[in-house]
């Protein structure tokens, strides 16, 4: 199975401030069809995980723009362009190209400073 | 709306077994493949098995091979965890989640598993 790795695992933010986190995977996640199945969920305290970001950069519906991806290959990055309040959570990488199964990165958490 | 939702968790003993459902609704439950994913007590997600669209093709993870079974009724937009042999370590918050640009797009709530004595 791809091995996800994230770092950073924590990373106090001050509002309005950004916020990135890096997730490398162990192989490439380019498919032969051509997509590379790399996603990034957020899970707010108490809450399911939600789809923030699929494909690499493609933000999901009803997802702000102050969130963005970015990456290739086997190194991805998140980006929170000014983070809110709402923003404090765990974000997770997960790849879906060497199916089965999902495996997903160990958890960033985001939290206030 | 689309929605998932769990239900069928409680507390059960070790060697025990359960069974756990996800209704679905919103969109044509029998064109999507469904997963489950679970989330023990402070930890990260971890996959656990999946069903292919017509039910003809399914995974597990290692950890739960031969001991859980995933099935689907399409008539009834139901996806099942039929769980065995319980252990401590299956004690988790179970999510099903459907795939849509090979991504989890919807997941339900989640519905918690206590296993102890």
């Known amino acids: 199975d791809i091995v996800m790795t994230q770092t950073p695992l924590s990373s106090p933010v001050t509002l309005g401030q950004p916020a990135s986190i890096s997730c490398r995977s162990s192989?490439?996640?380019?498919?032969?069809?051509?997509?590379?199945?790399l996603s990034w969920l957020q899970q707010r305290p108490g809450q399911p995980p939600r789809l923030l970001i699929y494909?690499?950069?493609n933000r999901f519906s009803g997802v702000p723009d102050r969130f963005s991806g970015s990456g290739a290959g086997t190194d991805f990055t998140l980006k929170i362009s000014r983070v809110e309040a709402e923003d404090v959570g765990v974000y997770y990488c997960?790849?879906?190209?060497?199916?089965?199964?999902?495996?997903f990165g160990q958890g960033t958490k985001v939290e206030i400073k | 709306e689309v929605q998932l939702v769990e239900s069928g968790g409680g507390l059960v003993q070790p060697g025990g077994s359960l069974r756990l459902s996800c209704a679905a609704s919103?969109?044509?439950?029998?064109?999507?493949?469904m997963h489950w994913v679970r989330q023990a007590p402070g930890k990260g997600l971890e996959y656990v098995s999946a069903?292919?669209?017509?039910?003809?093709?399914?995974y597990y993870a290692n950890s739960v091979k031969g001991r859980f079974t995933i099935s689907r009724d399409n008539s009834k937009n139901t996806l099942y965890l039929q769980m065995g042999s319980l252990r401590a370590e299956d004690m988790a918050v179970y999510y099903c989640?459907?795939?849509?640009?090979?991504?989890?797009?919807?997941w339900g709530q989640g519905t918690l598993v206590t296993v102890s004595s």
């Open positions: 989640a459907r795939a849509g640009y090979g991504s989890p797009d919807t």
């Open positions: 919103g969109f044509t439950f029998s064109s999507y493949a």
């Open positions: 069903i292919s669209s017509n039910g003809g093709s399914t």
């Open positions: 192989q490439s996640l380019v498919h032969s069809d051509g997509n590379t199945y």
């Open positions: 494909k690499i950069s």
């Open positions: 997960m790849q879906a190209t060497q199916f089965p199964p999902w495996t």
